[in-house]
């Protein structure tokens, strides 16, 4: 699953979105700029492999409100991800600026 993971920048992006903190699926369109099926898609796969797990609350209105939050295995892969990254960034000669900005651009 790491390797679907890695194939897909958008999964990637809403990990590190959640990193912060837990978010609705509004929020994370709107700081992710995803088209809905996109991050429906991204969620339903996260979700399917544990990386985030969605908590779900009543509302007072009898409204369902649904925050994502990033699971065990989301926060490990962040960890491990970030500690990449920035060796990544460290190698930019050997890598090559492209490669690296491209990586860098996941965490906008």
Do not use: C
């Not at 700029?33 to 991204?42: W, Y």
């Not at 544990?50 to 926060?75: C, D, F, M, N």
């Not at 920035?86 to 996941?106: F, I, M, P, Q």
């Amino acid at each position: 699953m790491i390797m679907e993971l890695l194939g897909h920048k958008d999964y990637i992006r809403v990990l590190l979105a959640l990193d912060d903190k837990p978010l609705r699926f509004s929020a994370l369109q709107k700081a992710l700029s995803l088209k809905p099926t996109q991050l429906d898609r991204a969620l339903k796969s996260l979700r399917k492999g544990h990386w985030i797990i969605p908590h779900v609350a009543p509302t007072a209105g009898g409204r369902i409100l649904v925050e994502y939050r990033l699971g065990k295995r989301g926060t490990a892969f962040l960890r491990s991800f970030n500690v990449f990254s920035k060796d990544a960034a460290r190698r930019t000669a050997a890598l090559g600026y492209s490669e690296v900005a491209e990586l860098r651009s996941l965490y906008r």
